[in-house]
């Protein structure tokens, strides 16, 4: 008898997907962390509803890419995990004139990921296409970029109330967080 085809192209049973947050506790402790990363979740999210229609609304992006900078090592595409390229403080930049940015920093799937490609992680062209046609009603003037940290209570303490005033500075109404 011979084994049939699978036509839709089904993983096998066996080959099921590597849980990120056990990998991930695994690699922290691998690295020397005195305990395994804790993932920040609330009881509650803090959700509010937007006051005025999408189609009005400033809306800019969050991301953990970091800017790319000379004496940081290599940081293009498809390069090593490079910390030096990390970033410790929010960032912010125009919108209109984004300096470029890389991932080489963070910790992701080099094997299976194209990091060529900005907008994976930099959705700015594609907003700039909603807000030309009326989907939103503009890109704010700057984009942000936050630190990936051990601690969630430093993002929490730190990083959060310098990121919502300076979305605040900005008159955004909502962002969209790029995180790799």
């Known amino acids: 008898m011979t084994a049939k085809r699978n036509p839709l192209?089904?993983?096998?049973?066996?080959?099921v997907a590597v849980s990120y947050m056990d990998r991930s506790r695994e690699y922290y402790l691998a690295m020397g962390y005195p305990k395994p990363y804790v993932w920040a979740h609330l009881e509650e999210v803090p959700f509010?509803?937007?006051?005025?229609?999408?189609?009005?609304?400033?809306?800019?992006?969050?991301?953990?890419?970091a800017?790319?900078?000379a004496g940081k090592g290599e940081q293009g595409p498809g390069t090593p995990m490079n910390p030096a390229a990390a970033f410790d403080k929010v960032y912010s930049a125009p919108t209109k004139e984004a300096p470029e940015l890389g991932i080489s920093h963070l910790h992701y799937d080099r094997r299976h990921t194209d990091a060529g490609d900005n907008r994976a992680f930099m959705p700015l062209p594609a907003m700039a296409d909603a807000a030309a046609a009326g989907r939103i009603g503009a890109v704010a003037p700057r984009f942000h970029g936050v630190p990936t940290r051990y601690s969630y209570r430093q993002t929490w303490n730190w990083?959060?109330?310098?990121?919502?005033?300076?979305?605040?500075?900005?008159?955004?109404?909502a962002a969209?967080?790029?995180a790799i």
Request: glycine share 6%; hydrophobic share 40%.
């Open 9 to 15: 192209g089904f993983a096998a049973a066996h080959d």
């Open 48 to 65: 509010t509803p937007l006051e005025k229609p999408l189609s009005q609304a400033s809306i800019t992006v969050i991301t953990t890419a």
């Open 67 to 69: 800017p790319i900078e």
């Open 159 to 173: 990083d959060g109330p310098e990121l919502l005033q300076r979305l605040r500075e900005d008159g955004t109404d």
């Open 176 to 178: 969209i967080l790029a």
